[in-house]
């Protein structure tokens, strides 16, 4: 089994609240349709939900009654979200179905806690896609928190002990700064934690999860018992099947001490 991450960068325009990237979703379902690989998926919540969420600073918890309304609309729009990528999924020929964390989940000063985890399971063992996003999600330290797709790739490798990671992203992989702002940075194609501290972890859009470095860190934390996590530019046609189906391709590699 693979677990993939559709980032909120890939299947929306980050810069712009609810902008959907339908064609591109749609690629990206019909590619990890053609690997024929046994794959659980998570994704972001991209514009759908980082844009109202750091509007209303809900990263915070509860802080004023009068964002209230904001989480019940952050999680209005991201369960939107996630049905839209169900809907290519299924266009693809791909049992899913969209599980919301803030509906089965809960945190605590923003550890995600997963109490019971059986029905995502049996979705799984019987062939149905569980698709997982980032969304806002009770606290029970501070009223509510957001709970990221890294996140769920954590708590989805705990759950499954999947043979590989895929974190499917709008670069290459990581590099030695921004490539979008430096034309001289450099694709690391292995990332280790000595490695993570030299990296530039400064995002150029709305992020309220922590970014680039808490990705790194995500993907190193998972990578243990031999297992790699890759990072992979999901906007390059094929590049995604490449990887599912042993192709050498541009990417980062993530492996653990």
Known sequence: MIIIKLGGSVITDKSQY?????????????????SRMNVIV????GSFGHVMAKKFALNYGL??????????????DVRDLSQRVVNEFRAAGMPAVSVAPGSCFVMDNGKLIANDTEAIRKLAHMG???????????????GFGICSGDQLMELLCDIFKPDGIVFVSDIDGLYTDDPK???DAELIPEVTPEVLKRIRTESSVDDVT??????????????????????????????LLGLL????????IARGE
């Open 42 to 45: 998570a994704h972001g919540a």
């Open 18 to 34: 609810r902008t959907f990237r339908q064609e591109t979703v749609a690629r990206l379902c019909q590619e990890i349709a053609q």
């Open 245 to 252: 189906t042993g192709q050498d391709v541009p990417c980062t």
């Open 210 to 239: 922590g970014g680039v470095a808490n990705k790194m860190e995500a993907m190193l934390r998972m990578c243990k018992d031999g297992r790699e996590a890759a990072l992979v530019n999901g906007n390059v046609p094929g590049r």
């Open 128 to 142: 149905i896609m569980p698709i997982m996003f980032g969304d806002v999600v009770m606290d029970r330290s501070k």
């Open 63 to 76: 802080v004023d009654f009068e964002q209230v309304p904001a989480v019940a609309h952050v999680q209005y």
């Open 181 to 183: 702002t430096n034309p």
